[in-house]
C-alpha cells in the first residue's frame, strides 16, 4: 500500500531554514508527480495551497510566486525521498505541510491550477499526514 511520511518541520524565526522530507514506502516515489502543499492556519482541508511540485518523467519543477527563490524542491530516488529546502522563511510560511503524489507525465500543479485548490488537491491521491511549520520571532 502506497504511504508517505513528512518529516521536518518545527518552530524556527524568520530568516531561518527548514529541509521537510517526503519518504515513500510501497511504492516508487520517481514514478510519482510530488507535490507540497500548505494548509495555514483557518484554513480548511480543501483549501490547501500547492507550493511546489517536481515530475516524474523529467524532474521538471513548479513554484508558486511566492515562495521562488527561497524553496527548492529536490528528489533522491536511492532514498526514495522528495525534499523541500526552505530558506529565508516568513510568519506567512506557517502552516501544516503535506505532500501528495499523483501519477501521469507530468505534475498537474501549475500557475493556473493553483488558483482553484480545490481541484487540485482532488488530482493527488497520496497524501502524508503532515508536518507542522511555525515561523515566529
Known amino acids: 500500500q502506497a504511504h508517505l511520511v513528512e518529516s521536518g518541520g518545527g518552530l524556527v524565526q524568520p530568516g531561518g531554514s527548514l529541509r521537510l522530507s517526503c519518504a515513500a514506502s510501497?511504492?516508487?516515489?520517481?514514478?510519482?508527480?510530488i507535490g507540497w502543499f500548505r494548509q495555514a492556519p483557518g484554513m480548511e482541508r480543501e483549501e490547501r495551497e500547492g507550493i511546489s511540485c517536481i515530475s516524474s518523467s523529467d524532474g521538471g519543477t513548479f513554484y508558486r510566486d511566492s515562495v521562488k527563490g527561497r524553496f527548492t524542491i529536490s528528489r533522491d530516488n536511492a532514498r526514495n525521498t522528495v525534499y523541500l529546502q526552505m530558506n529565508s522563511l516568513e510568519p506567512e510560511d506557517t502552516g501544516i505541510y503535506y505532500c501528495a503524489g499523483t501519477g501521469g507525465s507530468s505534475c498537474p500543479m501549475t500557475a493556473r491550477s493553483i488558483e482553484r485548490p480545490f481541484g487540485l488537491i482532488r488530482l493527488f491521491d497520496s497524501w502524508g499526514q503532515g508536518t507542522q511549520v511555525t515561523v515566529t520571532s
Open positions: 510501497g511504492f516508487t516515489l520517481d514514478d510519482y508527480n
